[in-house]
């Protein structure tokens, strides 16, 4: 399923920033145009996907957000909003006086929500998130990024009890980028990532919290009773997989993921359904994994990769790795 | 020889000597839409449409599911509200209505493809002298050549569906201005062959009783073989690549505002495509 960016402005300038390489190349001004807007739903319509997930920057900072929005739903589409949360007050009162009373499957957002003690977000930031919260309750889905290993999740927690948010927690891992520096989890770090989100099962289990793992996080890092845990805990939906997820620009291009923003960008008129694209996506993945199987030495004789139970982590590693050595891989695994 | 349709005031009187004519009621009201449907049936004419001219975004007009049998040609100024306007869009896809909007209005040069993509017919009112041709190009594809099915836009899916590459292609009709199909009728019952000459009191007959033989007329012949001029003067138009289907509607404007001999052109070649394309489907037999 594709991300389409309304905008590419954001208010907030998180360390981990997946999108840090793709923003400093494009300008905050470039937004979603309506003829593009049109097209992408015809796009997506073509191609039998009746899911529209929005992206940003921030995307409720696009002028026409809460029409978009509106265009959308009466299209039939099932609208996902990934947000920060903190929403000028005249489109936030606006989003909820015209959503309030859809159902969560038509309409949800997924706020990335960053601690704010470990953060430092200045109070009028938290003070806007909690708005955002206070006004959508249910229809919220808490989302944290992991990009260090003392990270804390026990003000998700609150926010999810105060608010009355989704009983779900989105949990993405930060990766690298292309090009552009970042604070990401180095991958000597990856198991103390994953034993600290383990101290938190009583938690979830207590307050019946279902944790939904993002793309890059490796299965071998994980214990047989973590394994037992996630399965018995998420019905076996926890996935530990790295694949193009699309993302999809204002200025109407296309690329395989923020981290890989910069890797075999194209213009998405030179596809005619969403399969062509994750098709030209994922042989170009296959071909990297030719060069190196995942992240891990080990990755190239693992049973669980070659079964594709496990991708192998994010491609974003290897890439990064690639970059500083001699160009002397194929040469899809630089442009 | 097929009678012609009248398009006509709203005037009682004048349709009670319309019995039996196809007409075309001229309506400046959204209130006035069921008296007119009604004095219509009253007087046994047969209802070809009404056309609506207001100045009301199409937000702001109350659609009502019980007029879904009567055929609208809705002249608005604009969409309008937008959160208004979608409330409304489940009526309209209902409704046998056809929205025009005037390109003097910069957002409706979007409010096409919403509308279209929505399910609701639209057609494009040339109106201005700053037509932006190249956003017209942009828009005439996504009518005829788009990713998915959508709702026709005039004029272009109109001359796609009755284009000939041999013949002149006029989308006159669309706007009610063809000689051959509609006259336009003053309150008195005077004749005119297009709005432009019932407005400046330019009429070929003085009374209904005679539009039957208005063909035979020689303003009537002067008029649809008016083209001819065109290549007499030898001025642009008769050397654009795109006269077959413009006929040199645009000849006015296109001194000031060139781009109309590039879309048309563009248009021509998109049609033969559109041909192309639905030439390939595949039509199985049927009893």
């Known amino acids: 399923m594709p991300n389409i960016l309304l905008t590419q402005r954001c208010v907030r300038s998180c360390p981990y920033c997946f999108a840090k390489k793709h923003m400093s190349e494009s300008s905050p001004d470039d937004i979603l145009s309506w003829e593009n807007l049109v097209y992408l739903a015809d796009l997506l319509e073509a191609s039998n996907e009746r899911q529209f997930r929005i992206l940003g920057g921030e995307p409720t900072l696009h002028p026409d957000f809460n029409h978009m929005v509106l265009y959308l739903l009466e299209r039939n589409f099932n609208v996902i909003v990934f947000t920060s949360g903190i929403m000028v007050e005249r489109t936030l009162l606006e989003a909820h006086y015209l959503f309030k009373d859809l159902p969560f499957e038509r309409l949800a957002f997924i706020c990335n929500i960053n601690d704010p003690q470990k953060s430092n977000s200045p109070l009028a930031e938290v003070e806007s998130v909690k708005r955002f919260l206070k006004l959508f309750e249910n229809r919220v889905i808490p989302s944290f990024n992991i990009y260090r290993t003392d990270f804390e999740l026990e003000f998700l927690f609150h926010y999810m009890n105060e608010f009355g948010l989704q009983r779900s927690i989105r949990l993405g891992m930060a990766h690298p980028i292309l090009g552009k520096r970042n604070i990401f989890i180095r991958l000597n770090d990856v198991e103390a990532v994953i034993k600290r989100l383990f101290t938190y099962t009583p938690l979830f289990e207590r307050l019946r919290v279902k944790i939904g793992l993002d793309c890059g996080f490796p299965l071998c890092r994980f214990s047989d009773e973590q394994l037992a845990w996630l399965y018995r805990f998420t019905g076996g939906e926890s996935n530990f997989g790295c694949a193009p997820a699309i993302d999809i620009g204002p200025d109407m291009t296309v690329w395989p993921c923020f981290p890989l923003s910069s890797f075999q960008k194209r213009s998405i008129f030179g596809f005619n359904c969403l399969k062509e694209i994750q098709d030209y996506y994922v042989d170009i993945f296959n071909k990297v994994k030719v060069e190196a199987a995942g992240i891990f030495q080990q990755c190239d004789d693992c049973v669980f990769r070659q079964d594709n139970i496990c991708r192998g982590g994010c491609l974003a590693h290897n890439l990064a790795r690639f970059q500083n050595e001699a160009p002397v891989r194929m040469k899809e695994v630089y442009s | ?287």
């Open chain 2, 1 to 287: 020889m097929r009678s012609h349709f009248l398009v006509c005031p709203f005037n009682e009187n004048l349709l009670s000597k319309l019995h039996g004519k196809s007409v075309v009621v001229r309506l400046n009201g959204i209130e006035k839409i069921s008296a007119a449907v009604d004095t219509v049936t009253k007087h046994q004419a047969h209802l070809h449409c009404l056309l609506l001219e207001t100045q009301t975004p199409v937000a702001a007009i109350p659609f009502q599911e019980n007029w879904r049998d009567i055929p609208l040609a809705l002249y608005a100024s604009s969409l309008g509200r937008f959160p208004d306007f979608v409330r409304q869009a489940p009526t309209l896809r209902q409704l046998n209505i056809r929205i025009y909007l005037p390109l003097d209005h910069e957002e409706n040069y979007t409010s096409f493809r919403i509308l279209s993509s929505l399910g609701i017919e639209s057609a494009v009112e040339f109106k201005g002298k700053n037509i932006k041709w190249e956003l017209i190009t942009d828009l005439m594809t996504y009518a005829l050549l788009g990713l998915i099915i959508h709702a026709p836009i005039a004029p272009f899916n109109y001359v796609a569906s009755h284009y000939d590459r041999q013949s002149r292609n006029d989308y006159g009709a669309v706007y009610f201005e063809d000689p051959y199909t509609y006259l336009h009728l003053d309150d008195k019952g005077r004749v005119a062959l297009s709005r432009a000459d019932l407005t400046a009191g330019k009429f070929v007959a003085q009374d209904i009783d005679d539009v039957d033989d208005i063909n035979g007329s020689e303003e009537f012949r002067e008029r649809v073989e008016g083209w001819r001029n065109f290549f007499l003067k030898a001025d642009g138009c008769a050397y654009c690549q795109g006269w077959r289907v413009c006929l040199g509607k645009y000849s006015d404007t296109m001194k000031s505002n060139p781009g109309c001999m590039e879309f048309f052109a563009e248009f021509m070649d998109s049609l033969e495509k559109y041909k192309a394309i639905k030439k390939r489907e595949k039509i199985i037999w049927q009893p």
